[in-house]
């Protein structure tokens, strides 16, 4: 027997109650979704996390309770008693789980008044603003829909938590303030009071402490790890974000793909209303994934696959192809069905997207029996139009569009393209989820701007065991043993086999442009502990907020985030990022400059 139980205190959930609970006396605790007061009869909507209920208050009802029922308004916080009775014959609600019965009230207690909201929470269709959502994100936390994307991302997190338990690996938590060292972007960085001028960062990922956890003989790590980055603001990005980090010993990239691809299938199709499709998941190398969708993260859910129409157009007597072409230009083209008819409006917007990144122009071809329809025909030999209809496959009605420019820019302008042309044909099926892995990036690939190698993952990852010999000689061509978990056009994941080696580590970082001072300050104690037998490992680290943002079918990871900064990377409910007293600047011997 319960003791010491406040009156008000719940026995029962909103949304659990059942026709099985008819005739039981029950109390509840939540906030009035609505309350309809139609003259000596009130029916006021309870709401709690598991959902919506009726109470009634009818003639049978004391004075007192009937008095205070009425003064309730939405989001008051009340509890009441009362007993689970069918509702009458016609006016069950066929869209509520409680729909067949309600309770009928004998006591209701006021247990704290809420202001007007300053949107409405039972009213989840109506738009509000952003901004007021993150405001007041406590309030929009209380909506039922946002409840059940934190539901969703719980249910996803423990669904990876036993999974990894079960196969013999350790949840470890690594820390927050480290030294700063490059792995892509900017650090967060955190001054110390008791080490004048000197600086923590926040992890960008925990990379160095997983690969120093496999020397430490962990072998199996996880961590569902927050991590940091001061990136310029974007949908899909926040400066704080959560990854699932994993690391295992003495494996190979095969050892990581098999484990992964089984969990995160079952999580997508018991989570989500999706089907996985394609099992066991394509692989692709980066090359096979650039040359077939101009991009490294293909949305795989429809076909538009590009066609490389270089060789065509190599000897053309049409000047600015075979010029482009003689100086390294690529043509790449890809088949629209039924698009020939597109207006010259509609193929002006399909120009100035491929202009936003960096072609010089859009060349189209509709075809219709024996007649094409371009701007460009009268350049071209009818043998090069019956060319590029032969080997892009096109058929009557369809309309090829082709650029012709450098191949990072061909490649990558005909890749949106091809998204936003499947987003207009509707050619991608929502109900489907589209996985896919990449691999066999280049390890390295050639900043102009700072005219150096660059990293193209991270410069822990190891080279491919055959391509290692080129390393000093020939960068550009040494594939590193990295992969990523790619899914209906987003990047998932990002994980790599490491280099464990202290030698093969330091030739890394001096192809990077690393004096050997700069190395010995930044990765000294990594390089050491490479000394003392690491074991060969490698790990992943897919990303919980974009995996849950697709399982919710939401477009933004906002709003699967239970506190997110703005657009604009900004705290409106704290007033983050702020001004700090003049005494705390003086604490740690710092100055603002304006």
């Given at each position: 027997m319960k003791t010491n139980m406040k009156a008000w205190k719940r026995d029962h959930w909103c949304g659990e109650l059942r026709t099985d609970h008819i005739g039981q006396n029950v109390r509840i605790n939540g906030w009035v979704h609505r309350n309809r007061d139609m003259g000596g009869l009130i029916f006021m909507d309870v709401r709690d996390r598991t959902g919506l209920v009726q109470v009634f208050f009818g003639p049978d009802t004391d004075a007192q309770t009937m008095e205070t029922a009425a003064s309730l308004r939405p989001e008051y916080c009340a509890a009441i008693e009362g007993t689970v009775q069918r509702r009458q014959p016609g006016a069950e609600n066929p869209k509520l789980a409680t729909g067949e019965i309600e309770i009928i009230a004998r006591s209701v207690q006021l247990l704290n008044a809420s202001r007007t909201p300053p949107f409405p929470i039972n009213e989840e269709d109506t738009e509000v603003d952003e901004q007021l959502r993150l405001k007041y994100r406590y309030l929009d936390l209380r909506r039922p829909t946002m409840y059940r994307r934190m539901e969703l991302r719980h249910r996803a997190i423990k669904m990876i938590r036993d999974y990894l338990s079960e196969r013999g690996f350790l949840e470890i938590e690594t820390p927050i303030l480290i030294k700063s060292t490059p792995e892509g972007a900017r650090d967060f960085l955190v001054p110390s009071r008791l080490f004048p001028g000197r600086f923590y960062a926040l992890p960008q990922s925990p990379q160095q402490m997983k690969q120093l956890l496999m020397v430490a003989g962990i072998e199996r790590y996880f961590q569902i790890a927050k991590c940091f980055r001061d990136e310029d603001p974007r949908a899909d990005r926040q400066p704080e974000f959560t990854q699932l980090d994993l690391e295992m010993s003495f494996v190979e990239q095969d050892d990581v793909l098999s484990l992964i691809e089984p969990l995160w299938t079952e999580i997508v199709e018991t989570l989500s209303p999706m089907r996985v499709t394609t099992k066991p998941w394509p692989r692709l190398t980066y090359q096979e994934a650039m040359r077939r969708f101009g991009t490294d993260k293909p949305d795989m859910r429809f076909g538009l696959e590009l066609t490389d129409l270089t060789e065509l157009f190599r000897n053309t007597g049409f000047n600015a192809f075979r010029q482009a072409i003689e100086a390294g230009a690529t043509a790449?083209?890809?088949?629209?069905?039924?698009?020939?008819?597109?207006?010259?409006?509609?193929?002006?917007?399909?120009?100035?997207?491929?202009?936003?990144?960096?072609?010089?122009?859009?060349?189209?071809?509709?075809?219709?029996?024996?007649?094409?329809?371009?701007?460009?025909?009268?350049?071209?030999?009818?043998?090069?139009?019956?060319?590029?209809?032969?080997?892009?496959?096109a058929n009557d009605g369809d309309l090829v569009a082709m650029v012709v420019d450098q191949p990072r820019v061909a490649l990558e302008c005909m890749g949106r393209l091809r998204l936003e042309m499947g987003r207009r044909l509707n050619l991608a099926d929502p109900n489907v989820m589209a996985f896919a892995w990449i691999v066999d990036f280049p390890l390295f690939h050639w900043d102009e701007e700072a005219q150096r190698w660059q990293s193209e993952h991270h410069p822990f990852t190891a080279p491919n065991d055959e391509d290692a010999p080129l390393l000093e000689s020939d960068p550009a061509n040494v594939r590193g043993q990295c992969y990523d978990m790619v899914g209906n056009g987003n990047e998932l994941a990002s994980g790599s086999i490491r280099i464990h080696r202290p030698d093969v580590q330091n030739k890394v970082f001096k192809i990077l442009g690393y004096a050997q001072s700069e190395i010995k300050e930044r990765f000294g104690h990594l390089l050491e502990a490479f000394e003392f037998g690491a074991p060969p490992h490698g790990g992943i680290a897919p990303g919980i907020d974009r995996l849950i943002m697709l399982l919710a079918n939401d477009d933004s990871i906002r709003n699967v985030i239970a506190f997110p900064k703005n657009a604009a990377m900004a705290d409106v409910m704290f007033g983050a990022p702020d001004a700090v007293t003049e005494e705390q600047l003086n604490e740690l011997r710092l100055t603002v400059r304006e």
């Open positions: 790449q083209a890809v088949c629209l069905p039924d698009c020939a008819g597109l207006s010259r409006k509609e193929i002006d917007e399909l120009t100035e997207l491929v202009k936003r990144f960096g072609a010089k122009g859009l060349a189209t071809f509709g075809f219709a029996g024996e007649e094409v329809r371009s701007p460009v025909a009268k350049f071209l030999t009818p043998e090069e139009i019956a060319g590029i209809r032969e080997r892009c496959a």
